[in-house]
T-cell receptor, first 114, second 115 residues
Framework: DAGVIQSPRHEVTEMGQEVTLRCKPISGHDYLFWYRQTMMRGLELLIY????????DSGMPEDRFSAKMPNASFSTLKIQPSEPRDSAVYFC????????????FGPGTRLLVL | AQSVAQPEDQVNVAEGNPLTVKCTYS??????LFWYVQYPNRGLQFLLKYITGDNLVKGSYGFEAEFNKSQTSFHLKKPSALVSDSALYFCAVRGGNTGFQKLVFGTGTRLLVSP
């Protein structure tokens, strides 16, 4: 298996622009997570899905952030409009059904908002 | 609420010496405990986990961790450090209650192994 795949790996954009981050989880994994990592705040859970359904989005910073999972093999995290404080590394992770708790992380998307 | 503390921002050790990266936790019920490692410009990689059973857990790359319930700790150890072990290490915990619960990660400890 190729592992969790994220794209793009790097994104540079200007303030106010829309940013879309993409994730393909490991096949057969029922849970998908979006995390944000910054020096100041460490690793934060933004939202997670179970069987394509958002379960907990309490970590989403504000309404500018939205996430979708239209099918079991694809998820997006969108920021609209983007702001410089959104600059961070965004990770996607997936895990199999409950009972196998290890989360497998993608390589991350490094976002820079100018 | 569950929480994890990694009291050291950085640990320095010479190659060949033993290393310890500390982690303490707070959780309702029995804990599920994890260690992950992050190399520069990479995602987190799973090292090892404790669910139940033997308090000493062995993982990837020669790492091990000891679960201590009375001290609510889960320190990561390796008998002989390598320069290539230099990375950022995260401890994580979830409660052992039934149903899915999300992982809570510590703030990370940077390990620097000098030649």
């Amino acid at each position: 298996d190729a592992g969790v795949i994220q794209s793009p790996r790097h994104e540079v954009t200007e303030m106010g622009q829309e940013v879309t981050l993409r994730c393909k989880p490991i096949s057969g994994h029922d849970y998908l997570f979006w995390y944000r990592q910054t020096m100041m705040r460490g690793l934060e859970l933004l939202i997670y899905f179970n069987n394509n359904v958002p379960i907990d989005d309490s970590g989403m910073p504000e309404d500018r952030f939205s996430a979708k999972m239209p099918n079991a093999s694809f998820s997006t995290l969108k920021i609209q409009p983007s702001e410089p404080r959104d600059s961070a590394v965004y990770f996607c992770a997936s895990t199999p059904r409950a009972g196998m708790e290890t989360q497998y992380f993608g390589p991350g998307t490094r976002l820079l908002v100018l | 609420a569950q929480s994890v503390a990694q009291p050291e921002d950085q640990v320095n050790v010479a190659e060949g010496n033993p290393l310890t990266v500390k982690c303490t936790y707070s959780v309702s019920g029995n804990p599920y405990l994890f260690w992950y490692v992050q190399y520069p410009n990479r995602g987190l990689q799973f090292l090892l986990k404790y669910i139940t059973g033997d308090n000493l857990v062995k993982g990837s790359y020669g790492f091990e961790a000891e679960f201590n319930k009375s001290q609510t700790s889960f320190h990561l150890k390796k008998p002989s450090a390598l320069v290539s072990d230099s990375a950022l290490y995260f401890c994580a915990v979830r409660g052992g209650n039934t149903g899915f619960q999300k992982l809570v990660f510590g703030t990370g400890t940077r390990l620097l192994v000098s030649p």
